[in-house]
């Protein structure tokens, strides 16, 4: 049977990240996606000019439209922008009983654009981690949500055990950001796994950890161990980075995502 999973977050008018990002990766495996909008931005391959929060009581009708009609899988949370949707987020997703959370902690873009402030920042170690079966932070992430200064693979397997010590039950910190390797570390609360493969040419890299989050859920939602899935998200990944098209202006481009699983 085909797995239903829920993507939380932000919608982008350029299809390379968010909600867009997730509802490709989730076809490309052959899941079906249903989605929460929590904010529609105006942004590109160049810049991000803006941000519209979608109303507390729309992303509430939402997840009821969604709970009453899908047997959910998964989850993926992505971009929650304000401090009361990290709220209702948070007690919608316990109310409702969804298992399988994978909570990809976006707090800036990868073009420098700030989406959340201290007090949202806050929020989430207290209502959201607890909650989180996979944590995925890039090293800036990690380094914001723990205190610890993130930027190699010591500081990553220190930054992994305070986040389980926060309360998520596995954590995926993500190197793609290192200078020579891309290495990530997956630590279940007992142990340590470290993944090491050479960083690629190639500036095709929009909608990464919304990709990769995604897959995790998606492995999550057809009950396959977490080694395998970081393995298999670091190799579509590098597929889906590596093709030639040239799609938009900026310095990043978008991933193809209809390279074979």
């Known amino acids: 049977m085909q797995k239903v999973i829920l993507t939380v977050g932000s919608f982008d008018p350029s299809g390379c990240s968010g909600v867009a ?13 249903v989605s929460v909008l929590t904010a529609v931005t105006s942004q590109n391959t160049q810049k991000i000019d803006g941000i ?41 997703l316990l109310s409702f009983k969804l298992r399988n959370i994978v909570f990809d902690p976006i707090i800036k873009s990868s073009t420098g654009y700030v989406f959340l402030k201290e007090d949202s920042i806050e929020l989430i170690k207290q209502l959201l981690i607890p909650i989180t079966d996979v944590i995925t932070p890039n090293l800036y992430e990690a380094s914001v949500l723990t205190g610890i200064e993130v930027n190699d693979s010591y500081t990553m397997k220190d930054a992994a055990t305070k986040l389980v010590e926060m309360g998520a039950k596995n954590v995926i910190v993500k190197g793609g950001h290192l200078e020579k390797r891309a290495i990530d570390c997956l630590y279940d609360g ?17 909608g990464t950890g919304d990709t990769f989050a995604s897959i995790i859920a998606i492995h ?21 980075m590596s093709h030639q098209f040239q799609i938009g202006k900026g310095n990043e481009g978008p991933l193809n995502h209809n390279v074979p699983i």
């Open 21 to 33: 990002a997730d509802i490709k990766t989730l076809m490309a495996f052959k899941c079906y996606a």
């Open 220 to 240: 999550l939602a057809k009950k396959e161990n977490l080694f395998d899935a970081v393995n298999n998200a670091k190799k579509y990944l590098a597929r889906a």
């Open 190 to 206: 007992s142990k340590y796994n470290f993944f090491d493969s050479p960083k690629l040419n190639t500036n095709r890299t929009r």
């Open 52 to 92: 519209y929060p979608i109303p507390l009581e729309m992303i509430g009708q939402q997840f009821d439209a969604l709970t009453d009609d899908f047997e959910i899988s998964a989850v993926k949370v992505g971009l929650i922008p304000y401090p009361k949707a990290i709220e209702l987020v948070a007690t919608l």
